[in-house]
Each structure stands twice: as C-alpha cells, then as structure tokens.
C-alpha cells in the first residue's frame, strides 16, 4: 500500500486515457475513409464497400479478446504491450511501402464503367 505514491497516480491516467482517446479518435478516422477507399479506387459497390468496412472493425474487436488471452495465459502484461505495440508501430509503415510500391507500378484494379 505504500508504494502506490510511487506509481502512476493521477499523471498516468490522464497519460493512458489521452492515448485511449487518440487512438479511438485515429481508428474512426481510418474506417471512415476506408468506404471512400473501398468505392473509389477499389471500385467496390456502396454495398460491398460497407460490409467489407464491418467485417474488418469486428476482426479488429475481436482480435482484442486474443491479444488479452496471449497476455494473461503467456506472456506478461507489460511484454504483451511491448509486442503489439511493435505490431502497430510496423503496420503502418507496411502501409505506406505498399502504398509506393503501387504508385511505381501503377497496379491500380480497371475502372468499372
């Protein structure tokens, strides 16, 4: 009891609770603009755009109940942070090479007249 002056407090909730925010904020963002995506350079259909938008958000909450398993049954609390977040550090930039690599070639999928 002695050492909770020493941890965290009030600093480290406000700390966790604007990266909380900031991260929700960024993943609405992101699946906002994936429709767009999806209908305009994919060519997909208003329809298909939104189902394919759904079936990705439930894999991403879905994928939260796995992650919190790995870290209770196997590895700690905090090298379960230090993996995923490696994982979400790395996505991105992924993202971003595929995103170039399609620019040089052009590998866009045909309009759709």
């Given at each position: ?17 604007g ?15 994936l ?6 350079y994919?060519n ?11 079936n990705?958000?439930g894999?991403?909450f879905?994928?939260t ?7 209770e049954?196997?590895l700690s609390?905090?090298?379960t ?10 996505t ?7 995103g ?7 590998l ?6």
């Amino acid at each position: 009891m002695g050492n909770e002056a020493k941890r965290g407090g009030n600093k480290a909730a406000i700390f966790v609770y604007g990266c909380e925010g900031l991260e929700n904020m960024a993943f609405v963002s992101v699946a906002l603009s994936l429709v767009t995506y999806f209908s305009g350079y994919m060519n997909f259909s208003l329809t298909k755009s939104v189902t394919t938008l759904t079936n990705f958000m439930g894999t991403t909450f879905l994928l939260t109940l796995l992650g919190g398993f790995i870290s209770e049954t196997y590895l700690s609390r905090f090298k379960t942070c230090l993996l995923f977040a490696f994982f979400e550090l790395t996505t991105p930039l992924s993202v971003q090479i595929r995103g170039i690599v399609y620019s040089i070639f052009l590998l866009r999928t045909p309009t759709v007249p």
